[in-house]
Nanobody, 120 residues
Framework: QVQLVESGGGLVQAGGSLRLSCAAS????????MAWYCQAPGKQRELVAV???????DYADSVKGRFTISRDNAKNTVYLQMNSLKPEDTAVYYC??????????????WGQGTQVTVAS
C-alpha cells in the first residue's frame, strides 16, 4: 500500500509564491516518475510538471519559467515551487507517483489534492 500526502496549498495574491510538497509512504521498492497535475473547476485534470528518477524535468508551457519541480529521493518527496502565480493557476493540485511495488509491478498512485487559489 502506498499513500501520497500533499501539503502547501492555500490562498495567495497574484504574483505571489507557494511551495507544494507531496510525500510518499508505505511499502514499495522504489519510485520512478513523479508529477504534479492540476484540475480547475469544470476542466479536465492536466499535467503541470514531471520529474524522472534521475531528475530530468518537463513542464506545461503555461508554467515554464514560473514553476520548478524537484524531488528528494531520500524523503520520497516531490516539490512544486510556484512563483509569479496568476489567477488562472487556481486549481486543485494533485501529485502522482509511478511506484515499483513489492509485487514487482509499476503502479500509479495519486494524492488527495491540495487547493491553490490565486486572488487577482
Amino acid at each position: 500500500q502506498v499513500q501520497l500526502v500533499e501539503s502547501g496549498g492555500g490562498l495567495v495574491q497574484a504574483g505571489g509564491s507557494l511551495r507544494l510538497s507531496c510525500a510518499a509512504s508505505g511499502t514499495f521498492l522504489s519510485i520512478n516518475t513523479m508529477a504534479w497535475y492540476c484540475q480547475a473547476p469544470g476542466k479536465q485534470r492536466e499535467l503541470v510538471a514531471v520529474i524522472t528518477s534521475s531528475s530530468s524535468t518537463d513542464y506545461a508551457d503555461s508554467v515554464k519559467g514560473r514553476f520548478t519541480i524537484s524531488r528528494d529521493n531520500a524523503k520520497n518527496t516531490v516539490y512544486l515551487q510556484m512563483n509569479s502565480l496568476k489567477p488562472e493557476d487556481t486549481a486543485v493540485y494533485y501529485c502522482k507517483a509511478n511506484v515499483f511495488t513489492r509485487n514487482l509491478k509499476f503502479n500509479d498512485y495519486w494524492g488527495q489534492g491540495t487547493q491553490v487559489t490565486v486572488a487577482s
